[in-house]
């Protein structure tokens, strides 16, 4: 993955378009929204995840890899109705059935979060909480 300075911009595979602003909060260890997370709020509830405690609500969400569960859409797509749904999300590797629930969200005209596939290592050197931002396919850091 090229790009700019250390701020980025950094290119992404868009898989479902879209604009997002938030802190970034990166999921090292793999995650399953079914269960993993409260649709209500946003809270991570896996006490195995890295991100245990935090919410995803208005984040830029950046997951190294997702753990199954074939309601993961039914959960995000609780996520955006409820207004705690990240504000992007940056996947290391496609999760087709996480990106149903958004997908969903934007036939029923909901706001939504972008979805791009991208390098998450290129975030190895960024403070979660960095403010990214995400437009059209590409990621960058604010100073």
């Keep these: 993955m090229t790009g ?3 701020g980025g911009p950094w290119p992404g595979t868009v898989l479902i ?3 997002g602003r ?9 995650i399953s929204f079914w269960g993993g997370v409260d649709p209500a709020s946003g809270r991570i509830t896996d006490p195995a995840s890295d991100g245990a405690g935090r919410s995803v609500a208005g984040t830029v969400l950046a997951i190294d890899r997702t753990r199954g569960s074939s309601s ?7 996520l955006i109705h409820a207004g705690a749904a990240p504000a992007a999300l940056l996947l290391a590797e496609p999760d087709a059935i996480l990106a149903v629930g958004v997908l969903a969200a934007r036939a029923m005209g909901w706001p939504h979060p972008p979805v791009l596939r991208f390098d998450t290592a290129v975030l190895a ?9 995400v437009e059209e396919g590409r990621v960058a850091a604010l100073a």
């Design 125 to 133: 050197a960024l403070a979660d909480g960095t403010v990214l931002t």
């Design 4 to 6: 700019g300075a250390s």
């Design 22 to 30: 938030g802190p970034l909060l990166h999921l090292r260890q793999p």
């Design 72 to 78: 993961s859409s039914a959960v995000m797509l609780e």
């Design 17 to 19: 378009a879209g604009a």
